[in-house]
């Protein structure tokens, strides 16, 4: 069983950032692979970043790519997006996922609210 916690969300204006953290406790072999995903109202859930255990391979969704990073600290067991240029569209509860293989997640945080004002 891995638990998740993410935080650091909140209100920000249009050219915003936010970095945005999630930690994990629980089965290690359970959090090889992170992601994050969003929800906006209205909208079905969708892929934002992720990445693998050691950091060197990485993967985003076309409307983020170049203004979001995703990184890991495995000593501290939490994953981390930097969210630059925030648009108002970027709003929305965003949530981690973890999983045993790159792709494919099965344990959820609670979510953390973003909201950017245009």
């Known amino acids: 069983q891995v638990q998740l916690v993410e935080s650091g969300g909140g209100s920000v204006q249009a050219g915003g950032s936010l970095r945005l953290s999630c930690t994990a406790s629980?089965?290690?072999?359970?959090?090889?692979?992170m992601a994050w995903f969003r929800q906006a109202p209205g909208l079905e859930r969708e892929f934002v970043a992720a990445?693998?255990?050691?950091?060197?391979?990485?993967t985003y969704a076309d409307s983020v790519k170049g203004r979001f990073t995703i990184t890991r600290d495995n000593a501290k067991n939490t994953v981390y997006v930097q969210m630059d240029s925030l648009k108002a569209e970027d709003t929305a509860i965003y949530y981690c996922?973890?999983?045993?293989?790159?792709?494919?997640?099965?344990?959820w945080g609670q979510g953390t609210q973003v909201t950017v004002s245009s």
């Open positions: 990445i693998n255990w050691s950091g060197d391979k990485t």
């Open positions: 996922a973890s999983g045993g293989v790159f792709g494919m997640y099965d344990n």
């Open positions: 629980g089965r290690t072999r359970s959090w090889y692979a």
